[in-house]
Every structure is written in C-alpha cells, then in structure tokens.
Nanobody, 127 residues
Framework: QLHLVESGGGLVQSGGSLRLSCAVS????????IAWFRQSPGKEREGVSC????????HYADSVKGRFTVSKNYAKNTTYLQMNNLKPEDTAVYYC????????????????????WGQGTQVTIST
C-alpha cells in the first residue's frame, strides 16, 4: 500500500526558506514520480512541482520557478521541496502525491491523475 507523509512546514518571514519532505513507503522513488501541490484558503489546489521516477526530470509552476527546487534521496525514500525567497502568496497547505501512471511528470499537474496523497503540511509566510 502506497503511503506518503509530508513534514517541514512552518511559519517563516517573507524572503525566508523552508524545506519540505515527503517520506514514501510501499514503493520506491524509482518506481513512481512524485508531485507537489498546494492549496490556499478559498483557492483550488494547484500543482507546484514534480520529479520523475526515471531520469529525475523536473517541472515547476511558473509562480515558483527559480525559487523552488525538487529533489529526492533514494536511500531515504524521500522527496524534498526546497523553497527559497518565500512570499506571502506561497502560504498554503502543501501536499505530495503519487500518480496513477507511475512515471507521470509532465508539468500539467492534473489532480485527477494522482491517486495517492499525503495529509499535507502547512506553510505560512508572514510579511
């Protein structure tokens, strides 16, 4: 059974950094791509980044390009989202997700293509 657990959220000032972690179990990171989504109050959930199962190809939403970096540690079976130069509009609950089509990571971030989700971690950026 696939299982994902996010951690690393918190409260930081604008311009600060956070690193989110997504620990996975029930599968390995060379079997499944992982995507990061986020949802702010009153807004739809949006895709942020993904890293592919093969070749470690990455994609980013335009709103985070140049500030966020996704990576993974095969030994720890964990994916990371390094977030720098954070802005108040980055405030959201951040989720990691595994797709139905295991190697999917195309930058379109369609929610219906992801069937396994973590519980989310809150990120709050203060001005």
């Amino acid at each position: 059974q696939l299982h994902l657990v996010e951690s690393g959220g918190g409260l930081v000032q604008s311009g600060g950094s956070l690193r989110l972690s997504c620990a996975v179990s029930g599968f390995t990171l060379d079997d499944y791509s992982i995507a990061w989504f986020r949802q702010s109050p009153g807004k739809e959930r949006e895709g942020v980044s993904c890293i592919s199962a093969t070749y470690d190809t990455t994609h980013y939403a335009d709103s985070v390009k140049g500030r966020f970096t996704v990576s993974k540690n095969y030994a720890k079976n964990t994916t990371y989202l390094q977030m720098n130069n954070l802005k108040p509009e980055d405030t959201a609950v951040y989720y990691c997700a595994a797709p139905m089509y295991r190697v999917l990571c195309n930058g379109y971030f369609r929610e219906y293509e992801y069937e396994t989700w973590g519980q989310g971690t809150q990120v709050t950026i203060s001005t």
